[in-house]
């Protein structure tokens, strides 16, 4: 579990290297052990005979603590959460199609756990809200992929200090807020 968690740190470190390297002290680990966290996933993903999709986080995180059905559209697909202690308000959501393809892989808000409701820019701080949070407190919020396989991007717009509204780009990464920062910028 802790190893899986550097892995998700590693990624996230490239935009919030402070919030980062709290993290690796909390989970007992150092700057170095996060890199070779992230080389041995790396290592495993890429080779042939590592199982892919949900098997894949199987193996490394064990069973899952929650797997529930999601309707999104016309497909009926798969969410399976496992809990992470880092972030014990969310889950490590793997969502899996019709037939079980990997669509997504992301930390998600815990089910029945509180939800923040942010209703201005200040209130986006980084590690604060997951997609979904984002989402919902600014729509219509658009999506975009980010410029990474596990990052993504949503365009909205939401009132700043003096309640103007202003047209805005979050980065996300693994799901989890990282920074909010003008739109067209970056």
Same mark, same amino acid.
């Given at each position: 579990?802790?190893?899986?968690? &550097? @892995?998700?740190? $590693? $990624?996230?470190?490239?935009?919030?290297?402070?919030?980062? %390297?709290?993290?690796?002290?909390?989970?007992?680990? #150092? $700057?170095?052990?996060? $890199? %070779?966290?992230?080389?041995?996933?790396?290592?495993?993903? =890429?080779?042939?005979?590592?199982?892919?999709?949900? =098997?894949?986080? *199987?193996?490394?995180?064990?069973? /899952?603590?929650?797997?529930?059905?999601?309707?999104?559209?016309?497909?009926?697909? *798969?969410?399976?959460?496992?809990?992470?202690?880092?972030?014990?308000? &969310?889950?490590? %959501?793997?969502?899996?199609?019709?037939?079980?393809?990997?669509?997504?892989?992301?930390? @998600?808000?815990? /089910?029945?756990?509180?939800?923040?409701?942010?209703?201005?820019?200040?209130? &986006?701080?980084?590690?604060?809200?997951?997609?979904?949070?984002?989402?919902? +407190?600014?729509?219509?919020?658009?999506?975009? %992929?980010?410029?990474?396989? #596990?990052?993504?991007?949503?365009?909205?717009?939401? *009132?700043?200090?003096?309640?103007?509204?202003?047209?805005? #780009? +979050?980065?996300? #990464?693994?799901?989890?807020?990282?920074?909010?920062?003008?739109?067209?910028?970056?």
């Amino acid at each position: 579990m802790t190893e899986f968690q &550097l @892995v998700l740190l $590693r $990624r996230m470190a490239d935009f919030r290297p402070e919030l980062v %390297e709290d993290a690796v002290r909390r989970l007992g680990a #150092t $700057r170095a052990g996060m $890199r %070779e966290a992230n080389k041995r996933w790396q290592a495993m993903v =890429r080779a042939p005979g590592f199982p892919s999709g949900a =098997r894949r986080y *199987t193996a490394v995180l064990g069973a /899952p603590q929650e797997v529930v059905a999601r309707r999104i559209g016309d497909l009926v697909c *798969t969410a399976r959460q496992w809990a992470l202690p880092l972030w014990p308000g &969310l889950r490590f %959501e793997v969502l899996l199609g019709p037939g079980g393809a990997e669509l997504n892989a992301w930390l @998600v808000r815990a /089910p029945g756990g509180p939800s923040p409701a942010p209703r201005s820019l200040a209130e &986006l701080t980084p590690w604060s809200c997951v997609v979904a949070d984002v989402g919902e +407190a600014f729509p219509p919020a658009v999506p975009r %992929e980010g410029g990474a396989p #596990t990052r993504f991007q949503l365009d909205f717009t939401a *009132t700043d200090a003096d309640g103007r509204p202003r047209a805005c #780009t +979050a980065d996300f #990464t693994w799901g989890l807020l990282q920074e909010v920062r003008p739109a067209g910028n970056g």
